[in-house]
């Protein structure tokens, strides 16, 4: 890789005369420090403390007067002093991810991008996941009245799942339609969507599968009971044997056989005790009337607005996903939920406060529900939110630890089985920024935050956070920026873990963050 790209890169400098290439470079280097004190909720828990880094460069290379090519890679995203890449458990001659690249040409009529680029970003952060995705886009600009109203189409694919035999017509496709007015004093937008998904899962069916794989997974369990079967056909036979010789009036051959077939049956046993949850998650899967996957139709609607007027700021988004989703037994699913949230800051010299609300539908993950699908954050969980540090960020991995294995109120992205995003959430919050030196910036943020939804006999409390932000502009290109939270941990988290089979006490635990970002 190492090789490819220098290569890549001298090519470029040669080409340049030629092309009249003009190459822009630019990127940043990154050290981050993470201590999670009890990140499972669990007074035997031992603390997370590892430090992590990337180097990130981006590319843009102007070939024509209407031709970009742009790219991205990331080096070294890894844990300090690990050997390996953090991508796939190679050596670090191995570690360069290219995760973008794509073509903007300037059209008469707009401006089309073609290849791997950013995308689930729209509007306000809130319900952004921003990932690499795999797509065309037209952006037109219309001026009207010296502002502008940005309109823009997108076909994505999401999985590309019809290449080869095996399947045909299984691909997993998203379009979008936006429209953006931009004025001086603030922007507003309207984003439709369409989600055509022949080869999906539904909540129940991801929480299942992520039950399995936790367990050892499909493979592990298939090779389990097949073990089981092999014994217990061996003290079959070994019994019949016994029989026989019973019968054949052979009492010590009679014995051995017995004595045979009784360690058959143990081993038989021993296999199926100890595997039992896996052996049983397996065939709770296997045995699920509609099937283990789905195809679903959703539609998405998302309304924007985000202005400032003087010191007075306000921002929110709605995001409303209705549609259906069908399953190999021929049944049909509606798909009802939504998300929304409403933020109003002020600023008072070198103070700034804000004030606001979020919430996001929950609804039943099992796989046995059959009711309406109203889990908002299995369609759109928005990690770029990140408003509370433990609860709705994810560069702490509490995303997935939190709660014995709950996860926090984001999980690890779209469409995966971490329950408490799933539950969704309703969360109030309030926070104040200070000034005190024109590179020195100290915050304050309250959250407090319960689940929209709970079984019978679970509370919905997630608890109250408490975070301290600091940051400091050392110079240009070098930041370094701290964060130090503290979750007053509710009842939600050791009774909902404990409907679901896992373990946790409910502890309150802490989160200190800090990073080091040099720019160029």
Known sequence: MRRCLIFLVLSLIFAAPALALDLDISGSLQFEGVYNDKAELDKNDSADSYR?????????????????????????DKVLSSTDSAFDQNEDDDNIDFDRAYAELTTPIGLLSVGRMQGVVWGTTWSDDEADTDRIKLVTPIPINGNKLYVGVVAEKVTENDKGTELSSKDNDKYYIGATYKTKNYRAGLLSAFYNFHKFQDPGQAVAYKQLNDLGGATKAASEKAKATAFGTTAAYY????????????PEAAEVYTNLASAAQTSMNNVLTSNAALLGAAQSLQATARGTTC???????????????????????????????????????DVSAHSWFAEGTYEMGPFSFELGYGTVTGGPSDLGYTGDLENMGYVAPGVDWAKAFILTNDVHNMNTTLGGGLGNLVGDGFGTGYVAYLDGYQMFYAGAQYKCHKDVTLGVLLATSQADYTPAGVDDDHGIEYDFNFTWEIFDHLTYSATAAFLDAGDYWKERATSVSKTTDGEDTYA??????FTF
């Open 512 to 517: 200190l963050y800090h990073k080091l970002v």
């Open 239 to 250: 019994s019949a044997l016994a029989t026989a010789a019973a019968d054949d009036s052979k």
């Open 295 to 333: 195809e679903a139709k959703v539609y998405l609607l998302a309304p924007y607005f985000d202005g400032k007027f003087g010191p007075f700021g306000f921002k929110a988004e709605l995001d409303y996903a209705f549609g259906e989703a069908e399953y190999q037994n021929n049944t049909e699913r």
């Open 52 to 76: 992590e880094m990337r180097l990130r460069v981006l590319t843009e290379a102007q070939v024509t007067k209407n031709l970009k090519i742009i790219t991205r890679f990331d080096a070294l």
